[in-house]
């Protein structure tokens, strides 16, 4: 503990505890509207503000959430709390803060009152170094989400994806919301395809160099990068399995490109399809049961599921032209994927029940989408701005934004578990 | 008496918030799911929260990437690179040869008999229409049908070496058909042999 322990149990002593849970709102019920609430800016000093303002952005984007105008905001910032205020206004959540400095570090008491059962439905501290302010916001939304929803919010969740510079590729770490861009160092005339372990530790790509294409295996916490398999066959990294012991890939080592399953310890590799055409891009479902993949086998690209012996075909998609590049959603019940109309590539989810398309994109060419942890958000590329740029939406396809910096070509976001 | 009472909360909250652990967030560990454990986590359901949820950032660790050497390309002349190393071109979305590229490959074939120590890399490129993972299967298909054509015509396998580079590196860049079409190729590339 880097404080003395005596405050922690003082600031204790005067939190108000509460065992009365409020009923949690439904956010997947079909009429479901977004909550009004009001977020003063934090007292104290300018970072009060800043931190109001992320966790406004964060609420408003996640949809669940409607910031209310701050002209309505009647009551004193103070932590003192009055619902006869704010139900004519219809507002139904408060938030008010208040920003010190402890030793260096930012300190921030947050309050969040219900309006409908007129109560404290939380009171926090929250303690950060000065240049962390933007992951302690983006707690804070968190934790207002979820006491709210019961529900995990993912504004702390990341999108690593690939900038293409002049003559070399760089995989890049950026927060959901685009902001605190970090280069992860991983360089190389040519990179694709992501994939986060499970647990958000690793990412596995494919990478060409001394023109073979190679599996790769980027390791956070040890820092280093591994080659796991490499040969003069075109070998694309797939999904890690959720348990991370094994991960698919596609590999034209038998001739042509086929679905493979690469154990890790082991090093066995298990071949799961046997066809003369492409079968690509494998996507493993969240049970781990089913894989998601495209095929040429009736002529043009489509998306198919199988399980993961390879039986079981099920045809996903059934356009005229072109599906390519299925993710699947964290509930397992839909896919999302790009597909083709008049010519141009659109984000499509696909309920496995039963089969029916919704178009999520319109402007430009949209591909690769990656669902957010709780399925709610999609990343995606897009080239509407006349370049590759990674975007993010709600998965209904509303709120679409590019979250990558400007004038940088990036592409091939991936959303990571955590 | 006062400290008493505060010895008595100070053993509650103890003891309350024993099965909790403080971790301090771990530095240098970059992208990490550690970042900001809080102490006495959201439990949902709209209790009051009680402790401090300490939030811990990342620093930026750098990764090395590996690299591996490029293979030597090989001294070729003006007339072989322009007349003999030609690249032929697919349909959209089509990967067999089309007639009238075959002279082209028996003349790559012939050549290629003829001149000891080099190796053939055939490179399979696509038109930028199409997700870059299917592009690159694509590309494979497209290289390796040329391989096996000019396997056919005499070529010794070991001599032929393919590599994808689907929609990755275009010949052209504009976004129309004669771009497209000249994108959708197989391209020809001699290195030292033996390796």
Redesign the interface.
Known sequence: MRRPIITVLVFLLFLSTSAHARVLLDITSPGFTAVPIAIYDFLGDERGNRVSEIVREDLRFSGVFAPVDREAYIETPLPVFDPSNWTPLGVELVVKGSVTTEDGDLVIVLYLYDVVEARKVMQKKYRAKAEFIRPLAHTISNDIYKAITGQDGVFKTKIAFIAEEKDNRTIYVMDWDGKRLRSTGIRAPLILSLHWSSDGKKLLYSSARGIQWGIYLADFTARKETLIYRSTATNIAGDFLPDGRAFLFSSSRKGSPDIYLYHLRSRRMERITWKRGIEVSPAISPDGKTIAFVSDQTGTPQIYTMGLDGRGLRRISFSSGYSTSPAWSPRGDSIAYAGMVAGRHQIFVVNLKNLEPLQLTVKGNNEEPSFSPDGRFITFTSDRDGYKRVYIMRANGEAQRPVSPGKMRAFGPKWSPK | MKRLI?LI??GL?ILSCAPRK?T?PQPQ?????E??R?TGS?Q???????????????E????????????TAAELTEQERMEILRDIHFDF?RYDIRDEDKPVLKKIADWLINKDNVKL?IEGHCDE??????N??????RA?ATKDYLISLGVPEDRL??????E??PLCTEHNESCWWKNRRSHFVV?EGGQ
């Open positions: 505060i909360f100070a909250l403080v301090t560990t970059m992208p990490s799911a970042e900001g809080a959201a949902g359901k709209g209790t009051t929260e009680k402790g401090t949820a300490e939030i811990g950032g990342e930026v660790a750098k990764i090395e990437t590996a690299e591996i050497k490029e293979p979305d890399v229409r199409g997700t870059n993972e299917y690159l299967a694509l590309g494979d298909k390796r070496q393919t590599v994808s580079y689907g990755e590196r290195i």
